[in-house]
């Protein structure tokens, strides 16, 4: 009894369906006004903005060490990693629950968004108020309590940064990355400034807060003119 066979035409036939699904899954998946384009190019801006800063960072990061020296960049760093601190326990959880309910229901939007960046500022002027207060019963008279209050000052304005939520609820990172390398770069130039001139450390507090701010509003900026 002879083996059954399938004909050499169904054979081809069924070659090229399967050629073609895929073919229209890779199409499906790079279209950029597909679902798996927008994550595609979503990710694509995020990883770019990733070895941006890194490779700007440290080069700036590298001079500003070495003029500063191990003790007033000590400071620096110290003033800056205690602001941050404070702030990301002032916001922990929110940015996940925000997305989700942009995600599930963009027609909220305006309070969502709403509800989410005042939340923000608001607990960014009180961590404001708390770390002047606190530094000013430990750390007055010191280097870093100067810095402190310069860094805490931006953190309400930094609080506008929760726009970005908006734009990783809907893949639009690109608005996002704008914004912070955009905050990253005038930054970074002034602190080449501040080097060539010679400022002392409060200037480079300045100079942090002055990105911290910018980056904030540029998100409002974007923001504004994305869905204006």
């Given at each position: 009894m002879?083996a059954?066979?399938v004909?050499?035409r169904?054979?081809t036939?069924?070659a090229?369906r399967?050629a073609?699904?895929?073919?229209?899954?890779v199409?499906?998946?790079?279209?950029p006004?597909s679902?798996?384009?927008?994550?595609?190019l979503?990710?694509?801006?995020?990883?770019g903005e990733?070895l941006?800063?890194?490779v700007?960072a440290?080069?700036?990061t590298?001079?500003v060490?070495r003029?500063l020296?191990?003790?007033?960049?000590g400071v620096?760093?110290?003033?800056?990693?205690v602001t941050?601190?404070v702030?990301?326990?002032?916001?922990?959880?929110?940015?996940?629950v925000?997305?989700?309910?942009?995600?599930?229901?963009?027609?909220?939007e305006?309070?969502?968004?709403?509800s989410?960046?005042?939340?923000r500022?608001?607990?960014?002027?009180?961590?404001?108020?708390?770390?002047i207060?606190?530094?000013?019963?430990?750390?007055?008279?010191?280097?870093?309590?100067?810095?402190?209050?310069v860094l805490?000052?931006s953190l309400?304005?930094?609080?506008?940064?929760?726009?970005?939520l908006?734009?990783?609820?809907?893949l639009q990172?690109q608005?996002?990355v704008a914004?912070?390398?955009?905050g990253?770069?005038?930054a970074?130039?002034?602190?080449?400034?501040?080097?060539?001139?010679?400022?002392p450390?409060?200037a480079f507090?300045?100079?942090?807060?002055?990105?911290?701010?910018g980056?904030?509003?540029?998100?409002?900026?974007?923001?504004?003119?994305?869905?204006?």
């Amino acid at each position: 009894m002879e083996a059954s066979s399938v004909p050499p035409r169904r054979w081809t036939t069924r070659a090229r369906r399967l050629a073609a699904r895929a073919h229209g899954e890779v199409r499906a998946r790079t279209d950029p006004k597909s679902l798996g384009g927008q994550v595609v190019l979503n990710s694509g801006w995020l990883i770019g903005e990733r070895l941006l800063r890194m490779v700007l960072a440290f080069i700036v990061t590298i001079w500003v060490i070495r003029y500063l020296g191990d003790e007033d960049y000590g400071v620096l760093a110290y003033a800056l990693s205690v602001t941050m601190l404070v702030d990301v326990v002032a916001t922990m959880g929110m940015r996940s629950v925000v997305v989700r309910e942009l995600v599930e229901d963009p027609e909220r939007e305006p309070e969502i968004l709403g509800s989410a960046v005042g939340a923000r500022v608001l607990g960014a002027v009180v961590s404001a108020v708390l770390i002047i207060g606190i530094g000013w019963f430990v750390a007055a008279g010191s280097k870093s309590f100067p810095v402190l209050v310069v860094l805490s000052l931006s953190l309400p304005f930094s609080a506008l940064g929760s726009l970005d939520l908006a734009f990783q609820a809907y893949l639009q990172s690109q608005y996002a990355v704008a914004a912070r390398i955009g905050g990253l770069a005038f930054a970074s130039v002034l602190r080449i400034v501040l080097l060539l001139l010679g400022a002392p450390l409060i200037a480079f507090a300045i100079a942090s807060a002055v990105e911290l701010t910018g980056i904030g509003l540029a998100f409002a900026t974007m923001y504004a003119w994305k869905r204006g």
